[in-house]
């Protein structure tokens, strides 16, 4: 099932940036912090395309979605969500061999705070920015993982 | 099941935009065709999120993907798919009343030439570009759907 020189194959369900997982995908908080929150679903098996998706698979997905949105809710108050499926890297390479997986970007009417970060969607009701970048210190990032974990 | 405000719960099977219909989603060729082929997919009844998005709606969908994806693939060599499902726009409203929608953005490694009209993609490999947009005349947007519909 996986490939051996594809970073997606290598996430484990040891990794510390793990929210959840189920029996097909797992959940992890991405470097990417400007919506806080921001997550990855990656599947647990290398398939090319979301029309390689099974039917199981794709029904344990439904799953991920009501848990990831119930628990960015109950964490941050999360208003809504993008949910996107690209895969465009991928194709940067000669022999292009992507790995399906969705990002998860949870949108704020609000200012969230988190160890005395403060974290803000100036472009709510709006398409994400990806200029907009933000940086967070360690020890928030194990703290947005840790609300994430305890809410789900 | 439908809201009377709604442009989403307006869409009819009889649109001239329709590419195909399954039981609980309708695809529909986007008014903006910078990517040849971008279609919106939605659903049949006025749902808030992707969480209350049924299984069997889900289930559904993932018929849509696999079917719209073979089409744009067909009809236009499509090389890989960006699908998005954001509702960004339904948070501007004071009480927002979103509608489950989805964009499906075929994208392209090459040039497409429909009724004279050519389409490239010049950030293939890249996140999509918003800022770039094709206006295209009504004849061409005629074509592109009956090449779709015929591929489905």
Chains 1, 2 share one sequence.
Not at 35 to 52: E, F, I, W
Not at 81 to 89: A, G, L, P, V, Y
């Amino acid at each position: 099932m996986a490939n051996t020189t594809c970073k997606f194959c290598e996430f484990s369900a040891k990794d510390e940036n793990l929210i959840f997982e189920t029996p097909f995908w797992m959940v992890l908080l991405a470097p990417e912090q400007s919506y806080v929150g921001r997550s990855m679903v990656v599947l647990k098996r290398h398939a090319a395309s979301l029309s390689d998706v099974t039917a199981e698979e794709l029904a344990d997905f439904g799953s991920v979605v009501k848990k990831f949105e119930a628990a960015a809710k109950k964490a941050f108050d999360a208003t809504m969500f993008n949910w996107t499926c690209m895969m465009n890297d991928f194709f940067r390479a000669a022999i292009p061999d992507p790995h399906v997986h969705w990002h998860a970007r949870p949108r704020y009417n609000h200012t969230v705070e988190v160890s005395h970060v403060r974290f803000t969607d100036p472009e709510f009701g709006q398409h994400y920015n990806r200029d907009r970048t933000q940086e967070i210190p360690g020890n928030v990032r194990k703290e947005i993982v840790a609300k994430l974990r305890k809410a789900a």
